[in-house]
């Protein structure tokens, strides 16, 4: 069965960059009929898209954060990750990596499997 | 950027009712709609995509409908581990992809 967990600091400062890895428990990383994505959800609040990415590169960036947005994913370690840089008090977020469905007929860009979450604080 | 609206933004229901919530968007999507289930501090659960079709594992009381603009999450017959918050999301136009704002569903 699929996990995806998310790994990283649970308290970034000012300006600083949130660096955070997802950790893909069956290979299908490498697979490339996946999209692999990014949702955060400030506390309290509704879910707002980061990003999507496949493995051979492609990516799609929400371009409301698009300047400060990186995703990388490291197929050797079942792994992909996000970086967001500049960070301010508005990116305080539970941050949740997941999968979109496996290719059909074209990219059904849904999310199917979530991990967990992970609470990103931004604060000095 | 297509904007989705959930109405209404929260409902009190009791156990046994019948419960819509509606998703429209502010550009035709046809059928590329999906919806998801949170409860409070766990992640969306996906429970419909394509607009109607039933993910699998999801109860049959969950149902949904529409293309176009206007989209409907139907609960038939609402049961205690239905109090949750509700969202939909579009994939037909990105990026980015967007959600709805949310409904959460209370118990009456």
């Known amino acids: 069965q699929l996990q995806l967990q998310e790994s990283g600091p649970g308290l970034v400062r000012p300006s600083e960059t949130l660096s955070l890895i997802c950790t893909v428990s069956?290979?299908?990383?490498?697979?490339?009929?996946?999209?692999w994505g990014w949702i955060r959800q400030p506390p309290g609040k509704g879910l707002e898209w980061i990003g999507s990415?496949?493995?051979?590169?492609?990516?799609y960036y929400n371009p409301s954060l698009r300047s400060r947005v990186t995703m990388s994913i490291d197929t050797s370690k079942n792994q992909f990750s996000l970086k967001v840089n500049s960070v301010t008090a508005a990116d305080t977020a539970v941050f949740y990596c997941?999968?979109?469905?496996?290719?059909?007929?074209?990219?059904?860009?849904?999310?199917?499997?979530w991990g967990q979450g992970t609470l990103v604080t931004v604060s000095s | 950027a297509i904007q989705l609206t959930q109405s209404p933004s929260s409902l009190s229901a009791s156990v046994g009712d019948r419960v819509t919530i509606t998703c429209r968007t502010s550009?035709?999507?046809?059928?590329?709609l999906a919806w998801y289930q949170q409860k409070p501090g766990k992640a969306p659960k996906l429970l419909i995509y394509?607009?109607?079709s039933l993910e699998s594992g999801v109860p049959s009381r969950f149902s949904g409908s529409g293309s176009g603009t206007d989209f409907t999450l139907t609960i038939s017959s609402l049961q205690p581990e239905d109090f949750a918050t509700y969202y939909c999301?579009?994939?037909?136009?990105?990026?980015?992809?967007?959600f709805g704002g949310g409904t959460k569903v209370e118990i009456k």
């Open positions: 997941a999968r979109h469905p496996r290719y059909s007929s074209g990219w059904h860009l849904y999310f199917q499997h």
């Open positions: 069956d290979g299908s990383i490498s697979s490339s009929e996946y999209f």
């Open positions: 990415i496949h493995n051979i590169g492609s990516t």
């Open positions: 550009q035709g999507i046809s059928s590329a």
């Open positions: 394509d607009a109607s």
């Open positions: 999301q579009q994939f037909n136009s990105y990026p980015p992809l967007t």
